[in-house]
């Protein structure tokens, strides 16, 4: 079983910014693709940014040019860097590994992201 644990949500005023960390443990594993998630209050959960083990990102149109992922493969940890935040921005953020080992993927707990007007 791999556990994430994330971290750095809170709450911040809008055109602030915010880190979100999300860290990897557990038995033996080959963490492949790792993504960010939200889910706002009556929405789906949605995508946010992904990498690739090989640094390729991809993001929502939404966040494009505000936001940025990037992963420690050393430390088996990712981050979001979001910056400019806006109100509709708020919601509990999830991170999400791919582990390569048994090709299952795994949730951390969330963390809640809040931007005031």
């Known amino acids: 079983q791999v556990q994430l644990v994330e971290s750095g949500g809170g709450l911040v005023q809008a055109g602030g910014s915010l880190r979100l960390s999300c860290a990897a443990s557990?038995?033996?594993?080959?963490?492949?693709?790792m993504g960010w998630y939200r889910q706002a209050p009556g929405k789906q959960r949605e995508l946010v940014a992904t990498?690739?083990?090989?640094?390729?990102?991809h993001y929502a149109d939404s966040v494009k040019g505000r936001f940025t992922i990037s992963r420690d493969n050393a430390k088996i940890s990712f981050y979001l860097q979001m910056n400019s935040l806006k109100p509709e921005d708020t919601a509990v953020y999830y991170c999400?590994?791919?582990?390569?080992?048994?090709?299952?993927?795994?949730w951390g707990q969330g963390t809640q992201v809040s931007v005031s007007s």
């Open positions: 999400n590994a791919y582990d390569l080992a048994t090709h299952q993927g795994y």
């Open positions: 990498i690739t083990s090989g640094g390729s990102t």
């Open positions: 557990g038995r033996p594993f080959r963490i492949g693709a």
